[in-house]
């Protein structure tokens, strides 16, 4: 069974790749078979916008005469607590999808300049749709707070102001597989990877 992870963000293709290729199992993007589709994201939950993005893209490539892949889609998000949970579920839309995290992370620290209550969180769902119609999920989350300024070039998104109290360091600042064991993405993926090799026996 060959896995087709459903994202067109490159940053979250290169750490989605490095965990599931470790595992010896088999994973490849839309880009490799030379198409593109961008599934809607309509739910209210990070788990209704996962299934979603899998069940509309193994439909996809269905009609594209691919039905034999197994597709994996994501949701994930930064909760921020004295934001009663913003920007959540609307992460990746949050001020306009075009609007460069930059500008977004900055928005958030001047947000919460005199906010006793830094804490979030990072959650991430992760669902795996197969051609027979069987669905399987998993979840990850690390707990945080906003960091006064943004730090770090490394991760993307909203990372840079992703602040881990022990280590004292943003995930931004994390090296690439330091991060992947804890993050939120790589707790799920790891959760996954471990379902669909127990499926597999």
Same mark, same amino acid.
């Given at each position: 069974?060959?896995?087709? %992870?459903?994202? @067109?963000?490159?940053? &979250?293709?290169? +750490?989605?790749? !490095?965990?599931? =290729?470790?595992? *010896?199992?088999?994973? #490849?993007?839309?880009?490799?078979?030379?198409?593109?589709?961008?599934?809607?994201?309509?739910?209210?939950? %990070?788990?209704? @916008?996962?299934?979603? &993005?899998?069940? +509309?893209?193994? !439909?996809?490539? =269905?009609?594209? *005469?691919?039905?034999? #892949?197994?597709?994996?889609?994501?949701?994930?998000?930064?909760?921020?607590?004295?934001?009663?949970?913003?920007?959540?579920?609307?992460?990746?839309?949050?001020?306009?999808?075009?609007?460069?995290?930059?500008?977004?992370?900055?928005?958030?620290?001047?947000?919460?300049?005199?906010?006793?209550?830094?804490?979030?969180?990072?959650?991430?769902?992760?669902?795996?749709?197969?051609?027979?119609?069987?669905?399987?999920?998993?979840?990850?989350?690390?707990?945080?707070?906003?960091?006064?300024?943004?730090?770090?070039?490394?991760?993307?998104?909203?990372?840079?102001?992703?602040?881990?109290?022990?280590?004292?360091?943003?995930?931004?600042?994390?090296?690439?597989?330091?991060?992947?064991?804890?993050?939120?993405?790589?707790?799920?993926?790891?959760?996954?990877?471990?379902?669909?090799?127990?499926?597999?026996?």
């Amino acid at each position: 069974m060959r896995y087709l %992870f459903a994202t @067109n963000n490159p940053g &979250k293709i290169t +750490e989605i790749k !490095e965990i599931f =290729e470790a595992s *010896g199992l088999e994973l #490849i993007t839309l880009s490799d078979l030379g198409l593109y589709f961008e599934a809607e994201e309509t739910g209210d939950t %990070f788990e209704e @916008n996962a299934m979603q &993005k899998a069940v +509309e893209t193994i !439909e996809f490539l =269905e009609d594209n *005469g691919f039905d034999d #892949i197994a597709v994996l889609s994501d949701d994930s998000g930064l909760c921020i607590t004295a934001l009663d949970g913003e920007p959540g579920v609307d992460s990746a839309n949050y001020m306009g999808r075009e609007t460069p995290y930059e500008i977004r992370n900055a928005h958030i620290v001047r947000q919460l300049e005199n906010a006793t209550d830094r804490s979030a969180k990072f959650v991430c769902v992760i669902c795996c749709a197969f051609p027979s119609g069987v669905m399987l999920t998993t979840v990850g989350e690390i707990i945080g707070e906003i960091a006064p300024e943004p730090r770090g070039n490394g991760g993307f998104g909203y990372d840079p102001i992703f602040f881990l109290p022990d280590k004292g360091k943003t995930t931004a600042e994390l090296a690439p597989a330091e991060k992947n064991k804890i993050s939120h993405r790589g707790q799920a993926l790891q959760s996954m990877i471990e379902a669909l090799k127990e499926r597999q026996t």
